[in-house]
């Protein structure tokens, strides 16, 4: 009886087999500016490149921002429509790759934790590689689920949409709607169900046994009613659909040593340790 409520609390290989990754303020902390950099650029892009007027690219932005996850999917749904490789390359080119530093302490955490790590990002694959690049953290993670991954185009880098529809620049009707009074869009990302079903199909990941860790709050509540175990990063407070708050990703260790325990019980020959052992393997 003692041993099976101890197998049972200490068996987290059986309780989590993946772990899932956010890269933007997740990763690395927003102190590096990057977000901030990457928010002057959107706005440029707005004006520069969609000819929106320059003093109402900050609300129409921090708007479309808050009601679609990212500004390309609420500029997509408004009726913009762009090339989105040009976008990324816009608005994530230019950020200051040099203020991410590398942090062997993450990366020597990660590859200390014998559970898959998969990463789930809104970002372009060529930003989330360059991130990982900076920090150091490449090798560490099986998958890369990037903005490409749920929005495959055509080649030319852009949708097919038709769209020459008139564009809503009615930041009211967005500001306070119920979900169902949003335009569409037809991009797929967090913090939408579909976005987080297809990563979950591509990378093969059942939520209940995932856990999966984003700096957003949106991102964390819809994680948790599909299903996941969730941790915020970047604050100490847990908040609606929060199972954990880690002010930073270093903290995961203090907060879930239980995923550590795995690593630890896989010498002791315990009948779990095969599975963590083919883990590894995989991720080596
Ligand atoms: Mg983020």
Not at 8 to 18: D, G, I, L, S
Not at 61 to 85: C, K, P, Q
Not at 205 to 223: A, L, V
Request: negative net charge; hydrophobic residues 35%.
């Amino acid at each position: 009886m003692e041993y099976e409520k101890q197998y049972q609390h200490v068996n987290p290989a059986a309780k989590y087999e993946c772990l899932l990754f956010d890269v933007d303020d997740t990763l690395y902390s927003l102190s590096s500016g990057l977000s901030k950099a990457c928010t002057k650029n959107i706005e440029e892009f707005m004006v520069q490149k969609l000819g929106i007027e320059e003093n109402k690219v900050t609300e129409i932005n921090r708007v479309l921002y808050r009601n679609y996850g990212t500004s390309m999917a609420g500029l997509r749904a408004i009726g913009y429509n762009f090339d989105y490789d040009e976008y990324h390359s816009f608005v994530h080119g230019r950020l200051p790759y040099d203020n991410l530093k590398p942090d062997p302490v993450l990366r020597t955490l990660l590859l200390s934790l014998p559970i898959r790590k998969v990463i789930f990002s809104n970002g372009d694959k060529v930003h989330v590689g360059k991130v990982l690049k900076k920090l150091g953290l490449e090798g560490c993670f099986e998958t890369v689920i990037s903005f490409e991954t749920l929005n495959p185009t055509d080649g030319s880098g852009s949708s097919t949409s038709e769209s020459d529809d008139e564009i809503s620049l009615s930041t009211k009707s967005l500001d306070a709607p119920s979900q169902s009074a949003l335009p569409e869009t037809p991009i797929i990302c967090k913090p939408f169900e579909n976005a987080f079903e297809q990563a979950f199909k591509i990378a093969n990941i059942n939520p209940q046994k995932t856990i999966f860790f984003d700096d957003s709050i949106r991102n964390i509540q819809t994680g948790k009613e599909i299903g996941l175990h969730t941790v915020l990063v970047g604050t100490s407070h847990r908040t609606n659909g929060a199972d954990y708050a880690l002010e930073s990703i270093h903290n995961i260790k203090e907060a879930l040593p239980e995923l550590w325990e795995a690593a630890n019980k896989k010498s002791e020959g315990v009948m779990y340790s095969k599975k963590v052992a083919i883990q590894t393997s995989v991720m080596a």
